[in-house]
């Protein structure tokens, strides 16, 4: 997992501007809230035509319809909700033996609903309430078939798709053999294809359809220096997430999609490797990403996730200019932060010193 602050510096570890961010949304850009305003002013018996009143009573107004058109937008990006109900649905995991997908199993499982993981690990913790494990390379198109056979007969038709299987090399592209190259390939770009053409018909056929969930990376925008492997596997993921939801949308819109797009999270992954910068790029938490993925899913549409902030608004990044680009990741320190990286062997090595 990343690097934690030490000493005097963990106490800021919570202060980014994610937090500010959060404030202002539940605050001065909330509808509810900046409607308020307006009742208070005039309970203190302010004038219709007051300064403070008028200001007041127009953000309320502009909030309102900003929220209004954000609601309209949704709806027409991501159509109809469908019903979502936990102790119906089966869910699948792939890479869930730990990490975020262990989480998302974990959860899923307290919360009543049926969860396959699929992973060539061996569960970190055993098997959870409510959560079968199944050992399965998901990037072989034989061995998914016969574990999609064997969920079938154990639980029942999968509903839920969760595409979170990865591996990360951290090697400059010279240093990858063709070997690793193929095999980083195949988790991270290759088994999202199969393990969508494997469930996909289930859910089409499900009369309350399904969702399926397509976990990308930050990276897959920016790129990085040593992840060339990583970076193109999740570009591939957001381009096979966006043609995939333009080909169900009119055909099959009971099948929802959502794309997650993290940053930098605090899970084996990418263990060792620092942050550049706590407050505009802070490190994430696992259960966060878990909070907003449920909730999504659990709320029947489709749509994007993206944390933090700066994950949000990372597409904007290829419309600057070249040079303010290199300038910009030079700042950030993007390209020196897989110089500190161990994974997950590394930090089996660290927990055994």
Known sequence: MARRPRGDDAWLAPISIDMFVRVAV??????????????????????????????????????????????????????TKREVDLSEEIVVVTGGAGGLGGLLAEVYGMRGASVAVLDVA????????GVSYYKCDVGDQDELSKVAAQIEQDLGTPTILINNAAVVRGKSLLS?????????????LLAPFLTIRTFLPGMIRSATGGTIVNISSVIG????????????????????????TA?????????????????????PLFYGVESPSSFFAPVVEPVDVVKEIVAAVESGKGGMIGTPLYARWVDWYNVLPVGVQVLARWI?????GMQTFKG?????????L
């Open 221 to 244: 925008t920016l790129g990085a220096a040593q992840l060339t492997d990583y970076a193109a596997a999740k570009a591939g993921i957001t381009a096979l997430h966006k043609s995939l």
């Open 122 to 129: 061996d569960a970190s913790d055993g098997e959870a309430r």
């Open 344 to 352: 997950r062997e590394g930090m089996k090595s660290d927990k055994e």
């Open 176 to 188: 990858l053999q063709p070997a690793q190259i193929e095999s980083s390939l195949k988790t991270n």
């Open 26 to 79: 539940t605050t001065v850009f909330h509808p509810f809230v900046t409607a308020l305003v307006p009742l208070c002013l005039r309970a203190r018996t302010y004038p219709w035509t007051s300064t403070s009143m008028i200001v007041s009573i127009v953000w309320a107004a502009f909030i309102s319809l900003l929220w209004t058109l954000s609601l309209i937008n949704r709806h027409i990006a991501y159509g």
């Open 332 to 336: 950030a320190g993007v390209d020196r």
């Open 247 to 267: 080909e169900l949308r009119s055909s099959h819109p009971n099948v929802k999609l959502l794309l997650v797009t993290p940053g930098q999270l605090t899970t």
